[in-house]
């Protein structure tokens, strides 16, 4: 069967847009080739810096025919729609239709039409255009002659209505062959914006840029690796990565390996050379940070450090070059090593003066006076400029400094909870953002935190409260590692729980795939911080609090305790303890009835929306932590606020759910909460409580007896957090409901007895509500 292969030959194309540019250039010519009708055995893409290759294997040489049925009017039908009917389907005639019957509608017309297939090189011709002239590129440009405006005389353009092809870079040539592995192979000459596809490639712009004719795929390959060029990214990825091991460890250093920048390099060159460049010595006084990140983003080379040193870097760099030089490279090697070195005296430069002082520190003195700040210290005056420059924090949302005195007043709520020092915690919250004022920080925005905790390590604050300045940003992702100790986990909850109930207020939630604040991470970074550290976190008084916070310094309506208004409707939403706890020193402000109306409409709408994100990220985490997603719909309820809780009980009842006292406790749940929502979807009367005056019959008795104790020792075994044993004690009822469902009708000809009998099986259902509801569980 033949093979097709196509090249997109252009100007260099960014490199991190080639990976999904191949991605979808095969995803755009397989669909639209199988839309034609054609099939074929596989297809794999290709990119360089200069061009997307695309080789399909297998490619049918033409699409099958096609045999339609055309239904048409009745017989009877006026001779306009017959005559419709026949144009539609091509006859000439009525009598080269058929009559079908059909028992309701009566006779009709039938058309079949054979429609032909097509060649493949017909159908290729016919869909390429219009997928390059659709390509869907991130940015794209226009070049040539066709792209002149109207009146600028060039090429004898104007006046004609051509629209000019829009491309990454300029488009230089059409590669497009098809035929079978052992034949001769034709060319399919589709013609775009002047552009006509051939079998004429080109190789290296520098080492062979002659033109190299091509018939298949893999003569395509061998010709342009004579020419100097690597088609398959991967593969030039493993070169690089494994000359530049080889020649650091030639030079008794270690390759900082970076997978990033691997896949980004890989895409500025076709011929990778591998390098090794030098600075002074005396650029490593900067922190390894910056100058790693110095090194990659401006001449996206790697760095090296000595063999076995881990937190030392070298005063060498490894360059990936896309020529092979005939002096070794020295030439090459000088010019970038004069641009790593400029690159770092602007670093050292930006070290040096994060640790002096600021020049105007009189201005910062109510700053400073706010946040307990001692101007004698380099970080602390950064944290009284970001405070007194007003620096926006989110349009909505205030300021940077409005901000750290929301995490801060929370922050204290929470330290308590953790078991952190609570002065250690405000220390570190009102220098977490103090380095986004450093001029290290912001050359390199990714190093926030990092630098904030180097920064107070040389004004000597506290080890805490360093780490915490860095670690309050983790985890950034299910992989990241969570914060070092109880000041850092503090200030990251807290940090953390101030994002999302920001946005939540101001109504800025992630919609589908789309969270630009990414508050989807934040809230995964709290549940992992509770889980995996094993901290119980009231989040309902939590989320309430820090809504107060926010509405306080944002100058919205706060909750407040001191009216039966909206205590009682906090007391209904589940908040009551928050009556004597919530921001008492806004109770002046707030006595206006409208404003408690307001307050207590918007916290219902929002503060439970969020506590449901926070059990929607829960669900990912304990799924991928391989839960079942029955169980954990069974002790996940709405009103769920202590996650740590709610893992140990999916825990405990994963391990429970297979054991034989496990399947009686499921059994036995079972069959008295389907018979009792039965009735109760019926509408049938069920006490509100047990009457043992109505208890007629021994197995009732005896069932209303176990109901009792296993309560009792389920509820102690709760409190104690030991669900085992809570699940243990209810797995007792098995043997007492399979007897009073042997003796006892429950639908008794007495109302009252029937209701008392359903109010029996609802003591079950609540009794079991403690641990799990049973019946989410499958199997």
């Given at each position: ?259 990033g920048l691997l896949e980004e ?191 107070a390590v040389l004004q000597g ?136 109306e307001a307050a207590y409409v ?178």
């Amino acid at each position: 069967m033949p093979d097709l292969l196509l090249e997109l030959r252009s100007e260099e194309i960014p490199a991190r847009m080639q990976r999904k540019a191949a991605g979808d250039l095969k995803k755009m010519v397989t669909d639209a080739l199988v839309d034609a009708g054609l099939t074929y055995e596989g297809a794999r893409e290709y990119w360089t810096p200069r061009r997307l290759t695309l080789d399909i294997r297998g490619l049918t040489a033409r699409s099958a025919d096609i045999k339609e049925e055309k239904k048409g009017p009745s017989v009877s039908a006026p001779q306009g729609a017959i005559d419709g009917f026949l144009r539609g389907a091509g006859l000439t005639s009525i009598d080269q239709a058929i009559v079908k019957t059909d028992p309701k509608k009566g006779d009709f017309y039938v058309a079949y039409m054979e429609k032909p297939g097509r060649a493949a090189e017909e159908i290729i011709a016919d869909v390429m255009p219009g997928i390059i002239r659709t390509f869907p590129w991130p940015k794209s440009m226009r070049s040539g002659f066709a792209s002149m405006p109207k009146g600028s005389g060039y090429g004898g353009i104007e006046g004609k209505g051509m629209e000019s092809l829009r491309w990454v870079r300029p488009l230089q040539s059409i590669v497009c062959t098809f035929g079978p592995e052992h034949d001769e192979v034709q060319v399919i000459p589709f013609e775009i914006d002047g552009i006509v596809a051939s079998n004429i490639t080109y190789g290296h712009r520098f080492h062979a840029p002659d033109a190299i004719t091509v018939r298949r795929f893999d003569d395509y390959v061998t010709s342009l690796e004579r020419a100097k060029v690597i088609l398959d990214a991967e593969r030039r990825k493993d070169m690089i990565l494994h000359d530049a091991r080889d020649i650091a460890f030639a030079n008794g250093l270690e390759l900082v390996e970076d997978d990033g920048l691997l896949e980004e390099v890989s895409g500025l060159v076709e011929w990778p050379q591998v390098l090794l460049g030098t600075f002074e010595e005396d650029y490593l006084s900067i922190p390894a940070e910056i100058i790693r990140l110095t090194i990659k983003t401006n001449q996206k080379c790697f760095v090296v450090r000595p063999q076995g040193e881990s937190d030392k870097l070298s005063n060498h760099f490894i360059l990936i070059s896309n020529i092979q030089a005939t002096d070794g490279g020295r030439e090459i090697m000088h010019g970038n090593g004069k641009v790593v070195r400029a690159r770092l005296s602007d670093a050292l430069h930006f070290w040096k003066r994060d640790q002096g002082d600021l020049p105007d520190l009189d201005t910062l003195k109510a700053s400073a006076a706010k946040f307990d700040l001692d101007l004698r210290k380099p970080l602390d005056q950064r944290m009284a400029k970001l405070d007194a420059l007003n620096v926006t924090f989110h349009a909505k949302l205030g300021t940077q400094g409005e901000r750290v005195a929301r995490i801060r007043e929370l922050a204290k709520v929470l330290a308590p909870i953790v078991g952190a020092d609570g002065a250690l915690v405000d220390r570190a919250v009102v220098l977490a953002k103090a380095d986004l004022r450093t001029e290290a920080v912001g050359e390199f925005p990714e190093l926030q935190g990092a630098m904030g905790r180097k920064y107070a390590v040389l004004q000597g604050e506290d080890a805490s409260v360093a780490a915490a300045i860095e670690d309050h940003w983790k985890p950034n992702g299910p992989s990241d590692r969570l914060p070092e100790d109880k000041v850092g986990l503090t200030v990251a909850l807290a940090d953390k729980l101030d994002t999302l109930v920001g946005f939540w207020l101001i109504d800025e939630k992630p919609t589908g795939s789309k969270d630009p604040y990414a508050l989807r991470r934040s809230a995964l970074g709290i549940v992992r911080i509770l889980l995996e550290k094993k901290l119980s976190l009231p989040l309902k008084n939590v989320i309430a609090r820090a809504f107060g916070f926010s509405q306080a310094t944002l100058g919205m309506l706060e909750l407040i305790k001191d009216t039966v208004h909206v205590s009682k409707k906090l007391g209904d939403l589940g908040f009551s303890r928050l009556a004597d706890e919530l921001l008492p020193e806004l109770k002046e402000r707030l006595n206006d009835p409208a404003r408690r109306e307001a307050a207590y409409v918007q916290f219902k709408s929002q503060a439970p929306d969020l506590l449901s994100f926070f059990h929607d990220r829960l669900k990912v985490y304990l799924r991928d932590q391989g839960a079942r997603h029955d169980i954990i719909d069974a002790v996940l309820t709405p009103e769920a606020d202590d996650l740590l809780m709610v893992a140990r009980k999916a825990e405990a009842l994963t391990a429970f759910i297979t054991s034989e006292d496990g399947l009686n406790l499921l059994a036995g749940t079972k069959r008295a909460t389907q018979l009792l929502a039965a009735e109760e979807k019926k509408g049938t009367v069920v006490a509100d409580g047990v009457s043992e005056a109505l208890l007629k019959l021994d197995a009732e008795k005896a069932l209303f007896a176990a109901i009792q104790s296993a309560s009792k020792s389920a509820a102690e075994a709760v409190a104690a957090e030991d669900f085992r044993s809570a699940m243990q004690a209810l797995s007792t009822l098995r043997g007492p409901v399979d007897t009073f469902f042997e003796d006892v009708l429950v639908n008794d000809e007495d109302a009252a007895i029937r209701a008392n009998r359903l109010a029996l099986l609802k003591a079950i259902r609540e009794a079991t509500a403690t641990v799990a509801d049973f019946s989410k569980i499958t199997g």
